[in-house]
T-cell receptor, first 111, second 112 residues
């Protein structure tokens, strides 16, 4: 079955440093979604990428979808303590099929 | 607007006791519904999903079961809890197509 692998599992950064998490699917995806889970909270949808090579930005967050639609990345510029949490990618093989979540990257930011 | 309700927020149960967690969705019809379990510091393990009333797919064999008695109600149950059932249980819903998934606030279950 479809597998979605996410690295790294953990990342510790100093406030102001950049952060990147990578997501790779074993199969070509229809779309990929990113979620953020704050400590003690539930995952919250951030963004969806659909097109090959697509790049989207949300303030300091940059999301990319690979040309082959099998990988994606989330990059945070100049991290802040509010960025702390676990970031999950989730891939969908076809429209309407269920999402397969990666294991998540747990980000801690030292002030 | 759509909302998802999940309760209770925390639960402490003895080993061998039964379990019933309920999740309801408002503001949408025929949603896809999901139950996940998350161990501390770990990823989301999909337990059950449902595409319609009475339709349940199980992802992981275990002593848990799920039911969908109404379109917007999803229930997670167990007849006898094990220590290994401890965790953070999350209910989620999603519309069709490429819609994003929306999670409830979760239930922290501790088994003593």
């Amino acid at each position: 079955g479809q597998q979605v692998m996410q690295i790294p599992q953990y990342q510790h950064v100093q406030e102001g440093e950049d952060f990147t998490t990578y997501c790779n699917s074993s199969t070509t995806l229809s779309n990929i979604q990113w979620y953020k889970q704050r400590p003690g909270g539930h995952p919250v949808f951030l963004i969806q990428l659909v097109k090959s090579g697509e790049v989207k930005k949300q303030k300091r967050l940059t999301f990319q979808f690979g040309e082959a639609k099998k990988n994606s990345s989330l990059h945070i510029t100049a991290t802040q303590t509010t960025d702390v949490g676990t970031y999950f990618c989730a891939g969908q093989e076809t429209s309407g099929s269920r999402l397969t979540f990666g294991e998540g990257t747990q980000l801690t930011v030292n002030p | 607007s759509q909302t998802i309700h999940q309760w209770p927020a925390t639960l402490v149960q003895p080993v061998g006791s039964p379990l019933s967690l309920e999740c309801t969705v408002e503001g949408t019809s025929n949603p896809n519904l999901y139950w996940y379990r998350q161990a501390a510091g770990r990823g989301l393990q999909l337990l059950f999903y449902s595409v319609g009333i009475g339709q349940i797919s199980s992802e992981v064999p275990q002593n848990l079961s799920a039911s969908r008695p109404q379109d917007r109600q999803f229930i997670l149950s167990s007849k006898k809890l094990l220590l290994s059932d401890s965790g953070f249980y999350l209910c989620a819903w999603r519309g069709g197509g490429n819609q994003p998934q929306h999670f409830g606030d979760g239930t922290r279950l501790s088994i003593l």
